[in-house]
């Protein structure tokens, strides 16, 4: 026994033993077990009783050397035992981390089935083909879908387009714009389309159906959809629609003028009474109509229907009061009134009058009717002709492409905006926008309204209710913009300050509103206007 106190109070023999040997003898020694410890049973047997009575101090002390042996023995064991505690707190430390990550990583899962909201979300790009006069990045500046994704706008028109579509990763567009003499190229995937062009048209170099084909190839969302788009592209298809329409609802609240249709110059042998009006192939925006007054000119143009190689349409020609448009944009109604003052039989040419009147029931079914077609518009506009017989006659139907016109400009496009917005959060984002419980229809905003309405019944005795101010000069035809403030109510009582325009506007409005059923006053009306528009642009 004192033998083996020497040797493990020696320094030298306790640093020479194996790492982790001096460890073991800590360890818990299960029972049974002899192997934790190179002691003898003898040994561990005598042990336990010497530390107490050395700490005791009931013993005698022992000699000097074999107690400063017991001393180096005791410190050495508690280093070790002190390292074992270390290495133990440690082994505890790596534990509990382990198993906070381990409990973090298990709420993380049990969390990931509410969608957690990113920092950072990918913007959706809509494309707009539209010209440059326009610049719709601005009206969808700020704007989130379900404010969340921001709304990147790519504008273009058709001929500056070129694409690729694929079954799997869609539609890739590439654009080239001209944008202040600089070249600017760009490659994207839109998320959706709004189209305010014509995707098509007799012009050579403006048939841009095969880009129509290419989106919804890619299966690209729009405003109108592109099946609608599509079939706009022939005014006589749109047409075979609107005759539908009129077997379905009757003449009387649905009045169709009268159309035929020729395949081709061959068919074009007999035609209805004279004056007709002759529409070459896709005719639109008063492109490709020409005026018909005999037989004998009724032949030269079916030669150039021949050159031509195209189809053709005629239709009675009817003597006019004024145009009317109904346009529908989402669920905002507008009607608008608009008479020659150039005299020239189509009313888009020239200048004239523009005047928005009252939306009315009769005007209402006529839009909603026609917004059903081809699996619905979005945007969409009737045109209707006002005999001077009294009755109305349903011209033509537009789609997304249609012109914006009279003072509210700025109000449809903003319309446009918020149902394009709408639009795209229902398709990409699911998010349903409740619409709203009534029908919103934009009245005119000034005075001077006239009692009636635009039905065969009253039109006889005056015009649609309308706002009396709409006035555009031959330099301002059918441009957008603000109704002239010469016009408003009241401001003929002041002669002396008035200037020119404004002398006209009110001369004109108090002859129109004394004898507007009278043509010889109206045509007396006219060719005095023309004189003062004559004086007005002399100096």
């Known amino acids: 026994m004192n033998y083996l106190r020497r040797r493990l109070s020696d ?6 033993l194996p790492n982790g040997y001096m460890m073991d003898l800590q360890r818990p020694t299960p029972p049974g077990s002899s192997t934790s410890s190179p002691a003898s049973p003898a040994t561990e047997r005598r042990q336990p009783p010497s530390v107490p009575s050395q700490t005791q101090g009931s013993a005698p002390a022992p000699a000097p050397a074999s107690g400063a042996g017991s001393g180096s023995f005791l410190s050495s064991f508690s280093s070790v035992v002190k390292s074992a505690q270390m290495a133990q707190n440690v082994a505890a430390a790596a534990h509990a981390k382990s198993a906070a990550a381990a409990a973090a990583a298990e709420g993380a899962s049990a969390g990931s089935t509410q969608p957690a909201k990113p920092v950072i979300r990918k913007p959706k790009i809509l494309l707009v083909i539209d010209d440059q006069h326009t610049d719709w990045a601005k009206y969808f500046r700020g704007k989130k879908l379900n404010g969340e994704y921001e709304i990147r706008v790519e504008q273009a028109e058709f001929s500056e387009i070129n694409l690729a579509s694929y079954v799997n990763s869609g539609c890739m567009v590439d654009m080239q714009v001209n944008k202040g003499g600089t070249k600017v190229v760009r490659s994207f995937k839109p998320d959706f389309v709004l189209i305010r062009q014509h995707a098509y048209s007799m012009v050579p170099g403006e048939d841009f159906r095969n880009l129509v084909i290419g989106l919804h190839f890619g299966g690209v969302p729009s405003v109108n959809s592109l099946f609608s788009i ?28 009268e159309q035929t249709f020729y395949p081709n110059h061959t068919q074009m042998v007999t035609t209805p009474s004279y004056p007709v009006v002759v529409k070459m192939g896709h005719a639109h925006a008063g492109m490709g109509k020409i005026k018909v007054e005999n037989q004998q000119d009724f032949q030269d ?19 006019s009061k004024y145009d009317i448009r109904i346009q529908k944009i989402g669920s905002n109604y507008k009607a608008y009134m608009r008479t020659s003052i150039s005299g020239n ?4 040419t020239g200048s004239a009058m523009l005047e928005q009147i009252a939306m009315t029931d009769r005007y209402r079914l006529w839009v909603d009717s026609c917004a059903e077609m081809f699996g619905g518009l979005d945007i969409c506009a009737v045109k209707a002709v006002h005999g001077k017989d009294g009755n109305d006659y349903i011209i033509e139907v537009m789609d997304s492409s249609m012109p914006l016109i009279g003072e ?10 918020e149902l394009v917005i709408n639009k795209m959060a229902h398709v990409l984002l699911g998010v349903s926008t409740p619409q709203p419980s009534f029908v ?7 005075g001077g309204h006239r009692s009636g309405s635009a039905s065969p019944s009253q ?6 209710q309308r706002a009396r101010s709409a006035t555009t000069s031959p330099s301002q035809a059918f441009q957008p913009g603000p109704i002239p403030a010469s016009s408003v109510p009241g401001a003929q009582k002041q002669p002396p300050q008035l200037n020119k325009s ?3 506007t009110n001369t004109f409005t108090e002859t129109l509103r004394g004898s507007l059923t009278d043509d010889e006053a109206k045509a007396e009306t006219i060719r005095s206007l023309r004189q003062s528009f004559a004086s007005l642009f002399s100096d």
């Open 11 to 16: 320094s030298s023999f306790v640093a020479n």
């Open 230 to 257: 599509y079939n706009f592209c022939s005014k006589p298809w749109v047409f075979s629609q609107m005759i539908k329409l009129y077997h379905s609802l009757g003449p009387e609240k649905f009045p169709l003028n």
């Open 301 to 319: 143009i079916t030669s150039v229907v021949a050159l031509a190689g195209t189809y053709a349409t005629t239709e009675a020609y009817i003597q």
């Open 345 to 348: 039989w189509k009313a888009n």
């Open 408 to 417: 509210h400009v700025e109000e449809d496009r903003q319309l446009i905006t």
């Open 440 to 446: 919103k229809t934009t009245q005119p905003r000034r």
């Open 459 to 464: 039109s006889a005795q005056g015009s649609p």
């Open 502 to 504: 404004q002398s006209l």
